[in-house]
């Protein structure tokens, strides 16, 4: 069984910053993409950042240049550091991890923004 523990969300001002972190556990033997989706209210779920194993990253147009996808392979953890938050980036914040041939998700944790 494969576990995913999320953490970082809260509560933040416009401009302010905050970094989510994931960290996967359990019978989980190889990691390929991982990625950060979030899902606003009665909005679709949608793909912010993504890494692949070798470090190569996608981001959604909204947050480039604000955000940074990282990961630790060792340790199984994938980061997403936001920095000039607006308040439109609040959402429930979703990690996923893809193996192979199956992917799973997190909790998700709740990123609000005040203006």
């Known amino acids: 069984q494969v576990q995913l523990v999320e953490s970082g969300g809260g509560l933040v001002q416009t401009g302010g910053s905050l970094k989510l972190s994931c960290a996967a556990s359990?019978?989980?033997?190889?990691?390929?993409?991982m990625g950060w989706y979030r899902q606003a209210p009665g909005k679709q779920r949608e793909l912010v950042a993504a890494?692949?194993?070798?470090?190569?990253?996608t981001y959604a147009g909204s947050v480039k240049g604000r955000f940074t996808i990282s990961r630790d392979n060792a340790k199984n953890t994938v980061y997403l550091q936001m920095n000039s938050l607006k308040p439109e980036d609040t959402a429930v914040y979703y990690c996923?991890?893809?193996?192979?041939?199956?992917?799973?998700w997190g909790q998700g944790t709740q990123v609000t923004v005040s203006s």
């Open positions: 996923r991890i893809d193996s192979i041939g199956a992917y799973y």
């Open positions: 359990g019978r989980i033997f190889t990691i390929n993409d």
């Open positions: 890494i692949t194993p070798g470090g190569g990253t």
